[in-house]
């Protein structure tokens, strides 16, 4: 079936600092997707992209969907402790979700 | 808040037994996705459903059934449950057509603990 790679699978930074990660696919998805889970919740939506080439922001947070339309990246400017938790991508259709990227962030 | 509900948000059970998790999704939403996420794993697709049918499988044992209501809610029946059935079952929903599953909103999850 389609897989996604997504990396890196953690990373530890200081706070303050940007953060970066990405997810790519031997398959081409229609709708790229940004999942931040915290522990013990359910994956919160954070970021969708319908288009090929399309760059959308929300806060600190920008995304970009591949102009291959077979990966994507996830930008987190300026990090502060609440951007701890996991990061999932997602490609759709039908919905497939990366392993996570695990963000911890030092104060 | 999602507006996606799960209910139990724990369940303690012993080995062999049956469970049957609850949800209700979004309201207008008429597509329901149960996911499995185990320790260290990520999220894994188990059965959709889209206003009342079967629309998609997964991953999905064959000890482990689903059916949505006619009111959208939807059950996770977990039979002959085995230690590594412990994991996190989460619900999503969409508005989703039949095919299309973009935009999918999580429930909080229910813990599963096999004893």
């Known amino acids: 079936g389609q897989q996604l790679n997504q990396s890196p699978q953690s990373m530890f930074i200081q706070e303050g600092e940007d953060v970066s990660m990405n997810c790519t696919s031997s398959s081409i998805f229609n709708t790229w997707l940004w999942y931040k889970q915290d522990p013990g919740e359910g994956p919160v939506l954070l970021i969708a992209l319908y288009k090929a080439g399309e760059l959308t922001s929300n806060g600190r947070l920008t995304a970009q969907f591949g102009i291959t339309r077979k990966d994507s990246f996830l930008n987190i400017s300026a990090s502060i402790p609440s951007d701890v938790g996991i990061y999932f991508c997602?490609?759709?259709?039908?919905?497939?979700f990366g392993k996570g990227t695990r963000l911890s962030v030092i104060a | 808040d999602s507006g996606v509900t799960q209910t139990p948000k724990h369940l303690i059970t012993a080995t062999g037994q049956r469970v049957t998790l609850r949800c209700s999704p979004r309201s207008g939403d008429l597509s329901v996705y149960w996911y499995q996420q185990s320790l260290d794993q990520g999220l894994q697709f188990l059965i959709q459903?889209?206003?009342?049918?079967?629309?998609a499988k997964g991953n999905i044992l064959e000890r482990f059934s689903a059916q949505q209501f006619p009111d959208l809610h939807s059950e996770l029946n977990l039979s002959s449950l085995e230690l590594g059935d412990s994991a996190l079952y989460f619900c999503?929903?969409?508005?989703?057509?039949?095919?299309?599953?973009?935009?999918?909103?999580f429930g909080p999850g229910t813990r599963l603990t096999v004893l």
């Open positions: 459903y889209y206003n009342g049918e079967e629309r």
């Open positions: 999503a929903s969409s508005v989703g057509s039949p095919i299309e599953s973009h935009e999918q909103f």
């Open positions: 997602a490609g759709s259709t039908p919905l497939v």
